[in-house]
Structure formats: C-alpha cells, structure tokens
C-alpha cells in the first residue's frame, strides 16, 4: 500500500482517527466514506487531494479532480484545498516542496465542480467524438426547472385543443383532473434513467391503516349523502369540487388496492388539499 508519512494527523481524541488516517495515508486503495453532515468529509478529502501531490502519486494537477453536488460545496472545496495546499508548500523541504510548488503554480488547472460541469467539460474537450453542438451551455437548476414547467404547459394547451386520445374523459371517469399529473410529469423527468415506471409494489407494513380506511369510507360516505344538496353553480368555490370528485376517486379502487401501502397513501393524500370554502350571504 503507497503510504505518506508528511500527510497530517487526524486530531487526537476522535473516535474514527484511525479511519481518517487510512483515507490520509493509504493512497493506493479506492475508499468510500459514509459520513453525516458536519463530521469532516471535506477535511479528509482535501487532505487526501494534498498527500497524492506531496508525495508526488500525482505528478501533474491537471490530473486531479474532485466531483460534488452542489456549486456551493464545490467552491468551498476549491478554497479550502488552495489554502491547505499553501499551507503545506510552506511547510515542506526537498522533493515534497518541489512536488506542492509545482502543484500550486497550476491549481487553477485542477478540476473542481460538479457533476454537471465535469460532463460539460468532458464534452466541450471531445464535442465530435459525443456528437453535440460545441456551443451547448449548460443550465441552472431554476432554468431547468421552468423548462420542464413550460414543457407540461405546452402539451397540456394542446391537449384541451386536440385530444384524439381521450385522456381528457378517462381523467374525468376517475374524478381527476389534468393538473394531478404534473408533479408525476416533474418528478419522472428528474429521473430519466429509470426504465420501469412506475416502480413496483414496495411491502409494507404501516401501523393504523385499517383504522385510517375506515375513517375515510365513513368519510366518502358522508359526501355521497350530501351530493344532491350541492349547488350546480360553485363559482370560486374549490371544497363542493372536491366532494364530488373524491368519492369517484376511491370508487375506482379495490379493497385490494386500497391494502397496498403506496396506493392507500396516494389515495389518502387527495383529502389533504388546500381548498376554498366561499360563504355566501342571502
């Protein structure tokens, strides 16, 4: 195993000092670290970025890179590695201060960022080769997500003009609406990778459902009853829309069904919207 004995120790006195020293030291090995939030993951891989460079396992920092999630958790690794590796550049002598001078002339070239920026890198570095345009940009997250809301806009205007499919109807026969499917619609397109969709039937075993189901039987039951006493004309009114369209809902669902964790809580999660209730004086 390729060990560096200039790498710093882990602070005295932590009860995974010795797992901190493997990710410091041993630089030969592929390590993965599990940690909570706060509990030094950054420190330890900025550490381990320094000792292949102190030791001269990286000869070149072009060839070094670090891969997070966010933009923010990238800047702040890009500034503690610089001042870190300051650090040791002073604090070394012989070929160890050769190896971090030479790494801290060109730290700028050290890639540092996320995932997205990698790829994007990757891709303007071998445009041909991927098959896209060399002037592609890439998108934030805000701009992302407008235009997967645009998306769901367009597609739905076009289904209220022309819907040969009749999805219109069937979402009306199951006391639904179009507008139900969009959070389904933002929610699959994060995850376009995924073949099966939806996911299978996951077992569980949730305390109170039966009790919870019987409540709400009780309930559906109730605005049955009250059905022929609504008003045609509701105006702003969204809780008379709701109550007509709830028991349609769970009238399309077996018992069966209903037994299934997943489909209870999807089922369960209609009676929780925030509706209008508009009283009107005579």
């Given at each position: 195993?390729?060990?560096?004995?200039?790498?710093?120790?882990?602070?005295?006195?932590?009860?995974?000092?010795?797992?901190?020293?493997?990710?410091?030291?041993?630089?030969?090995?592929?390590?993965?670290?599990?940690?909570?939030?706060?509990t030094?993951?950054?420190?330890?891989m900025?550490?381990?970025?320094?000792?292949?460079?102190?030791?001269?396992?990286?000869?070149?920092?072009?060839?070094?890179?670090?891969?997070?999630?966010?933009?923010?958790a990238?800047?702040?690794?890009?500034?503690?590695?610089?001042?870190?590796?300051?650090?040791?550049?002073?604090?070394?002598?012989?070929?160890?201060e050769?190896?971090?001078?030479?790494?801290?002339?060109?730290?700028?070239?050290?890639?540092?960022?996320?995932?997205?920026?990698f790829?994007?890198?990757l891709?303007?570095?071998?445009?041909?080769?991927?098959?896209?345009?060399?002037?592609?940009e890439?998108?934030?997250?805000?701009a992302?997500?407008?235009?997967?809301?645009?998306?769901?806009?367009e597609y739905?205007?076009g289904?209220?003009?022309?819907?040969?499919?009749?999805?219109?109807?069937?979402?009306?026969?199951?006391?639904?609406?179009?507008?139900?499917?969009?959070?389904?619609?933002?929610?699959?397109?994060?995850?376009?990778?995924?073949?099966?969709?939806?996911?299978?039937?996951?077992?569980?075993?949730?305390?109170?459902?039966?009790?919870?189901?019987?409540?709400?039987?009780?309930?559906?039951?109730?605005?049955?009853?009250?059905?022929?006493?609504?008003?045609?004309?509701?105006?702003?009114?969204?809780?008379?829309d709701?109550?007509?369209?709830?028991?349609?809902?769970?009238a399309?669902?077996?018992?069966?069904?209903?037994?299934?964790?997943a489909?209870?809580?999807?089922?369960?999660?209609?009676?929780?919207?925030?509706?209008?209730?508009?009283?009107?004086?005579?």
């Amino acid at each position: 195993m390729g060990r560096v004995d200039g790498a710093p120790a882990a602070p005295a006195g932590l009860p995974d000092a010795g797992q901190r020293e493997l990710v410091r030291k041993e630089l030969d090995r592929n390590i993965m670290v599990e940690a909570a939030a706060g509990t030094g993951k950054t420190t330890c891989m900025i550490d381990r970025m320094v000792a292949l460079l102190d030791c001269g396992r990286c000869e070149d920092i072009r060839t070094l890179a670090a891969v997070t999630f966010t933009r923010k958790a990238s800047a702040e690794l890009r500034s503690g590695f610089q001042v870190r590796l300051e650090k040791a550049a002073r604090d070394s002598s012989g070929d160890r201060e050769e190896n971090l001078g030479r790494a801290l002339a060109g730290v700028e070239q050290c890639f540092i960022g996320t995932i997205h920026s990698f790829c994007a890198r990757l891709l303007r570095e071998r445009p041909v080769e991927a098959g896209v345009d060399i002037a592609f940009e890439d998108i934030d997250e805000a701009a992302d997500a407008r235009l997967r809301s645009e998306a769901w806009a367009e597609y739905t205007s076009g289904l209220y003009v022309r819907d040969p499919g009749g999805i219109l109807d069937g979402l009306e026969r199951y006391g639904m609406h179009l507008g139900d499917l969009e959070g389904a619609f933002i929610r699959f397109a994060e995850y376009p990778d995924v073949d099966e969709w939806p996911l299978g039937e996951v077992e569980a075993d949730l305390p109170g459902v039966s009790e919870a189901l019987r409540e709400m039987e009780e309930y559906v039951a109730h605005m049955r009853a009250l059905a022929p006493l609504l008003p045609d004309d509701t105006g702003n009114d969204t809780l008379i829309d709701e109550y007509r369209r709830l028991p349609r809902v769970l009238a399309h669902c077996t018992p069966e069904q209903l037994q299934q964790p997943a489909r209870f809580m999807e089922v369960l999660s209609r009676f929780n919207r925030g509706v209008t209730l508009v009283q009107k004086v005579w």
